[in-house]
């Protein structure tokens, strides 16, 4: 499965309020309808509070 780009991500997370954990953004993802792809990267998200969008994606680009 090829890793969702950055706007993929950021439109799952469309209208996310920040800071957020990451229980947050997986539950927002999914409320959203986000691919699997998308899903799985926040899944794999280190367990900790992200500030902005821009932090979400450059942990997921790791």
């Known amino acids: 499965m090829a890793d969702p780009s950055p706007i993929d991500i950021q439109?799952?997370?469309g209208?996310?309020?920040?800071?957020?954990?990451k229980e947050d953004l997986v539950k927002h993802a999914e409320d959203k309808g986000a691919d699997d792809a998308v899903l799985e990267t926040l899944r794999?998200?280190?367990d900790r509070e992200f500030d902005?969008?821009?932090d979400?994606?450059?942990e997921a680009s790791k």
């Open 44 to 46: 794999n998200l280190p």
């Open 15 to 21: 209208g996310m309020d920040y800071p957020a954990s």
């Open 11 to 13: 439109k799952a997370l």
């Open 56 to 58: 979400v994606n450059k």
């Open 52 to 54: 902005s969008p821009t």
